[in-house]
Structure formats: structure tokens, C-alpha cells
């Protein structure tokens, strides 16, 4: 994976972590490990995928969703 991605990648992951504390009233750490545990997280690190090159909002609605029900 280039510099590039991996860049991409972790600055969507901040803006991700954001969004889950603003949403669900977590601390840093319960945001960090719902994301990283996440089945999008896991879909926003495969460059193959693609993922990374969608907006923030875009993702999170994925995210939430896979909190919410159980389901990517």
C-alpha cells in the first residue's frame, strides 16, 4: 500500500473516530475500538476495495449502520 493511501486511510480514520464520539457520546478509546473492529474499517484498509476514496460522511453511514444492526 502506498504513503498515499495509508495517509488517506488514517486521516478518514480520525475523521471517522470523530463522528462515532459526536454521534454516540463515546470516549476516544470506545470509538477507536468499534472502529478498528469494524467490517468497514477492515473494507476502508483493502485498497482493492476502494473504499478509501470515498468522503467521511459516505463511510460513516456504513459504519453506523454496521453498529447499528450487525451488518456492513
Do not use: H
Not at 488514517?10 to 473492529?37: F, H, K, P, Q, V
Amino acid at each position: 500500500m502506498s504513503n498515499d493511501i495509508q495517509f488517506q486511510i488514517e486521516c478518514l480514520a480520525s475523521e471517522l473516530t470523530n463522528m462515532l464520539i459526536e454521534e454516540y457520546g463515546w470516549d476516544i478509546r470506545r470509538a477507536l475500538d468499534e472502529l478498528y473492529a469494524s467490517e468497514t474499517f477492515s473494507k476502508l484498509n483493502d485498497p482493492e476495495c476502494g473504499l478509501y476514496y470515498q468522503g467521511a460522511v459516505y463511510i460513516f453511514q456504513f459504519l453506523k449502520s454496521e453498529i447499528e444492526t450487525g451488518k456492513y
